[in-house]
T-cell receptor
Framework: DGGITQSPKYLFRKEGQNVTLSCEQN?????MYWYRQDPGQGLRLIYYSQIVNDFQKGDIAEGYSVSREKKESFPLTVTSAQKNPTAFYLCASSMDRLNTEAFFGQGTRLTVV | AQSVTQLGSHVSVSEGALVLLRCNYS??????LFWYVQYPNQGLQLLLK??????LVKGINGFEAEFKKSETSFHLTKPSAHMSDAAEYFCAVSTAGGTSYGKLTFGQGTILTVHP
């Protein structure tokens, strides 16, 4: 089945540690996105990538980093510089610049203690 | 720049009643509009989308939405609510083409509760 796989579903880390969230898609989509979801705030864009080896900052990129070395993979690193990292993180992809419907993974819930 | 406003963070209806979730948008270019549904601790599932074709859009699970340019609205409706419709619903706007295609801007979400 084609889709987007995020792993792990739940992740716990100690404050001050970097952590990497995985996102893989087998839909052959050009673009991939990372969103952060907090209660009552909707989803906010962290980073996006429209092509391999290129990515752009979204609205809340501070404290996060990404890479896009392969078309199917777009990992997100939450660094120790992110002041409030506990949240639900969603990865998405869309086909191309004309077909912008986004498909979402099941999310990773990160808790930093 | 684009933005989305969902009126009402919580909506409660009885089973069998009309569901109406409100969404207004702002966009400097012709928008693409979407409604997504999210069940607890899951990702988002697309209900329906408007991409400049018919203004009345039909989606999955009996939902539909009407694009009204003059009102900058894209309200979601369902004639008869079912218990399984209880979830959080998000309205979103994006644009096609250009350098920022596909970037979705979301509303704050509306939690729909369905009472027996």
């Amino acid at each position: 089945d084609g889709g987007i796989t995020q792993s792990p579903k739940y992740l716990f880390r100690k404050e001050g540690q970097n952590v990497t969230l995985s996102c893989e898609q087998n839909l052959n989509h050009d673009a991939m996105y990372w969103y952060r979801q907090d209660p009552g705030q909707g989803l906010r864009l962290i980073y996006y990538s429209q092509i391999v080896n290129d990515f752009q900052k979204g609205d809340i990129a501070e404290g996060y980093s990404v890479s896009r070395e392969k078309k199917e993979s777009f990992p997100l690193t939450v660094t120790s510089a992110q002041k409030n990292p506990t949240a639900f993180y969603l990865c998405a992809s869309s086909m191309d610049r004309l077909n912008t419907e986004a498909f979402f993974g099941q999310g990773t819930r990160l808790t930093v203690v | 720049a684009q933005s989305v406003t969902q009126l009402g963070s919580h909506v409660s209806v009885s089973e069998g009643a009309l569901v109406l979730l409100r969404c207004n948008y702002s966009s400097s270019v012709p928008p693409y509009l979407f409604w997504y549904v999210q069940y607890p601790n899951q990702g988002l599932q697309l209900l329906l989308k408007y991409t400049s074709a018919a203004t009345l859009v039909k989606g999955i699970n009996g939902f539909e939405a009407e694009f009204k340019k003059s009102e900058t609205s894209f309200h979601l409706t369902k004639p008869s609510a079912h218990m399984s419709d209880a979830a959080e619903y998000f309205c979103a706007v994006s644009t096609a083409g250009g350098t920022s295609y596909g970037k979705l801007t979301f509303g704050q979400g509306t939690i729909l509760t369905v009472h027996p």
